[in-house]
């Protein structure tokens, strides 16, 4: 490693020992800076890296609400905003009982050279609580979202910091915070994406990340010219991004055989399709119930119980030709990599937020594996929420096809440029080094141009 980049490694290290999702975060991202440094001197010059993994600034926060047998209860809640050199803070909300300050700065890390990708202009930012919605009643989530929203509302606004949704925050969580901001400052204003239809929301926001995922890939599949016609895909998750990622997938001709949740992995070897995919989507999103259900509605199908009790996650075992990990961070370990690549694995695609570790990221290079970084290839959520942002500034709503246009020329645009920079600063087809390093020009440019701050 240059001795620059290594300086802030050992830095990060050193102050922040125990946020291990963030320095493995800031590990990729350096490795490719590496590749960087001796042609453009003025980052050493203007300590654009040490800036760079500092956030802005970290809110923190109590969360006060009632349950609904009257006991109080309390969780803690976060904004890390991250960056803002190159627009507003923009970023998810994140639920679950895991969220701690080295996941929400790994994510907001990530998300500050994911919304530069898009080629809008939006800092990086990334929030939530450790509030675990699972088991909770409409009522509870509610008083949750009313309270969280209390404090937060302070820290954001349309011009300074608009979150949207993340793990367990969806349509009903963002209608209950945009209620409440609205309702405290008495203004109707875009402080929030992937709001409804009905009160200033964007079409095609709930699609547009697993959507936006399947176009990334074709366009890279396409560059070796190959397609998703008769492939058969593995997905993880079942909720957003899982769910969006299947559809596509389905309408553009390959055939999806797993999902997943936090308690196990669904094969279904005859194929997800559109009946069964709307199943999952009422299971989810309505019945807010668990993915076993699944299998004893469809008998074709099976259901391996897994909550991270084994060393690998028996969805990688299952042989396919492309991969779409769509649920959490380091979901694919090195075991899973090389089960992976044992089975001839072609493309991972990453919908959800760095779902492989470091040694996994390794062996699917030497494998010479696809892989579509997060970073470029979920884009597509944070893109159209940029396109919310623009709809609710001129008060206007464009139709689900010109949004949906405008999402395929944006996530043509990454493989362009991701495509660009590896050829230019690494080798071709590392599109993980190509995202960081497209993802960070932009950025650096403009942290350089906006002085020490
Ligand atoms: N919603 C969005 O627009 C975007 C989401 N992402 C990322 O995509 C991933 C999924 O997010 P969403 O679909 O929005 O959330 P969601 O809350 O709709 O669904 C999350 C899914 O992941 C599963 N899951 C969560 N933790 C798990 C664990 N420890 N083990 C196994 N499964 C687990 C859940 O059961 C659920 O099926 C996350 O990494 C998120 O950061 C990335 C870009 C945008
Ligand atoms: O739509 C957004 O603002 C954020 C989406 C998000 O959280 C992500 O890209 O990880």
Redesign the pocket.
Known sequence: MHEVTQKVMDHVRQVDPGQVEFIQAVTSFMNSIDKLIEDIPQLVYHKVLDRVVEPERVVMFRVPWFDDDGQLQLNRGFRVQMNSAIGPYKG?L?L?P?VNLSILKF?AFEQTFKNSLTGLPMGGGKGGSDFNPKGKSDGEVMRFCQSFMTELSRHIGEDTDVP???????GREIGYMFGQYKRMNNKFVGILT?KGMSYGGSYIRPE??GYGLVYLCAAMLEAQGKTYDGKTCLV???????QYTTEKLNQMGAKVISM???SGVLIDPSGIDEKKLAYVKTL?NVRRGR?AEYAQQYKEATYIPH??QRDYNPLWEVKADYAFP????N?INAKDARNLVANGIQLIGE???M?TTLEADDIFTDAGVLQAP?KAA?AG??AVSGLEMSQNSGRLQWSAQTVDQQLQGIMKNIYVSIDAAAEKYSTKNNFIDGANIAGFLKVSEAMIAQGYV
């Open positions: 998810g994140r679950h895991s994510l949207a949704g993340d793990i367990g925050v969806g992937g547009a990340t993880s998750g079942s909720g957003n991004v899982a997943s949740d936090s989810k993915i909550n991270g769509s649920a959490t961070q979901e919908g959800a937020n779902p997060s979920n959520g944070v």
